[in-house]
């Protein structure tokens, strides 16, 4: 089976910039995309951000020209940039893969972002 597990998250200031990692174990041979959703505590999961394997890319509005979604299909890495980071910001990332043929469906453990002066 194929997974995927964040990294990156942490303490940050309002303003600054934090990478988080969606690292894809395995090879994937069918189509498939890769998301990125947050949640904070006591809201539901939100939608952040999506990159398919043929590198088409949704970002949602409430983050568009502050996040942006990326591929390395070499280090079958996904990267989600966040850039000029505000306290509404902070909640747990997770990075989430389907493989719509397969109906295969899995979530990453998450990683805390908390941008606090």
């Known amino acids: 089976q194929v997974h995927v597990v964040e990294s990156g998250g942490g303490l940050v200031q309002p303003g600054e910039s934090l990478r988080l990692a969606c690292e894809v174990s395995?090879?994937?041979?069918?189509?498939?995309?890769v998301d990125w959703y947050r949640q904070d505590p006591g809201a539901e999961r939100e939608f952040v951000a999506r990159v398919t394997k043929d590198n088409r890319i949704t970002i949602a509005d409430f983050v568009k020209g502050r996040f942006t979604i990326s591929r390395d299909s070499a280090k079958n890495t996904v990267y989600l940039q966040m850039d000029g980071l505000q306290t509404e910001d902070t909640a747990v990332y997770y990075c989430?893969?389907?493989?719509?043929?397969?109906?295969?469906?899995?979530w990453g453990q998450g990683t805390q972002v908390t941008v606090s002066s």
């Open positions: 395995g090879t994937i041979h069918n189509f498939y995309f």
């Open positions: 989430r893969l389907q493989i719509p043929i397969t109906s295969y469906d899995t």
